[in-house]
T-cell receptor, first 116, second 111 residues
C-alpha cells in the first residue's frame, strides 16, 4: 500500500512570495490533515478535512494560508504572502477509512519550507 | 486546554541499554495516546497506539504504558541499538480536538 505522498520536498522562497504544497493521501482514507512543524517543536494542526469538508481549521492563519481538498482525495496548501516565521516542515497525514478517533495516523515525509 | 510535555528533551545512551522516555498530559479525558518516531528529514512513523481503556501496548522491543488517571505515558525501549536514534514524539487524542503533540525526545544511541 502506497504511503502519503507530498511534493515538493524542499522549497526556498523569499518573503512575500507564494508557495503551494500538494498531498496525496493513502487510498481510501477519508480524513486528511495538514500540520506545521517548526524546528524543535511538535507538529501543530493547521487544518483537518473529512472527505472534502473542513472539520477543523481553527489554527490556520487564514489571512495568508489556504487549503482545499477538491473531490475528497488530493489536497493543496497555499501560503501567500509568506513570512519568515513560516519556515517549517509542512506535514500531510491521513487516517482511517471513516476517520474519527482511534485510527492510526499516517504521515508523509513533509515539505520543507525556508523563507528568506 | 490539553498540554503535552516530554522529558527529557534529549538523551544519549550506549548501545544495549534499556531506556524509558516519558510523556505527561494535563487533561486525563483522552481517547488514545500515540507514540511516533521521526528520523531527520523525514515524516512521523506511528509506533504504538494505546486506547484509553488499555494499560499498555507492545511491539518488538518497544513497550508503551498508559496511566490515564495520573496523565502519564512511558515508552520503554529494550536493548537499544544505534538504529533507534531518532526523535520520539507522543501525541494525545482527546476526541473532539486535534492531536496535541509534545516537543519530542531526541535519542542518540552510541555504538
Amino acid at each position: 500500500e502506497a504511503g502519503v505522498a507530498q511534493s515538493p520536498r524542499y522549497k526556498i522562497i523569499e518573503k512575500r512570495q507564494s508557495v503551494a504544497f500538494w498531498c496525496n493521501p493513502i487510498s481510501g482514507h477519508a480524513t486528511l490533515y495538514w500540520y506545521q512543524q517548526i524546528l524543535g517543536q511538535g507538529p501543530k494542526l493547521l487544518i483537518q478535512f473529512q472527505n472534502n469538508g473542513v472539520v477543523d481549521d481553527s489554527q490556520l492563519p487564514k489571512d495568508r494560508f489556504s487549503a482545499e481538498r477538491l473531490k475528497g482525495v488530493d489536497s493543496t496548501l497555499k501560503i501567500q504572502p509568506a513570512k519568515l516565521e513560516d519556515s517549517a516542515v509542512y506535514l500531510c497525514a491521513s487516517s482511517g477509512r471513516t476517520g474519527g478517533s482511534g485510527n492510526t495516523i499516517y504521515f508523509g515525509e513533509g515539505s520543507w519550507l525556508t523563507v528568506v | 486546554k490539553q498540554e503535552v510535555t516530554q522529558i527529557p528533551a534529549a538523551l544519549s545512551v550506549p548501545e544495549g541499554e534499556n531506556l524509558v522516555l516519558n510523556c505527561s498530559f494535563t487533561d486525563s479525558a483522552i481517547y488514545n495516546l500515540q507514540w511516533f518516531r521521526q528520523d531527520p528529514g523525514k515524516g512521523l512513523t506511528s509506533l504504538l497506539l494505546i486506547q484509553s481503556s488499555q494499560r499498555e501496548q507492545t511491539s518488538g522491543r518497544l513497550n508503551a504504558s498508559l496511566d490515564k488517571s495520573s496523565g502519564r505515558s512511558t515508552l520503554y525501549i529494550a536493548a537499544s541499538q544505534p538504529g533507534d536514534s531518532a526523535t520520539y514524539l507522543c501525541a494525545v487524542d482527546s476526541g473532539n480536538t486535534p492531536l496535541v503533540f509534545g516537543k519530542g525526545t531526541r535519542l542518540s544511541v552510541i555504538a
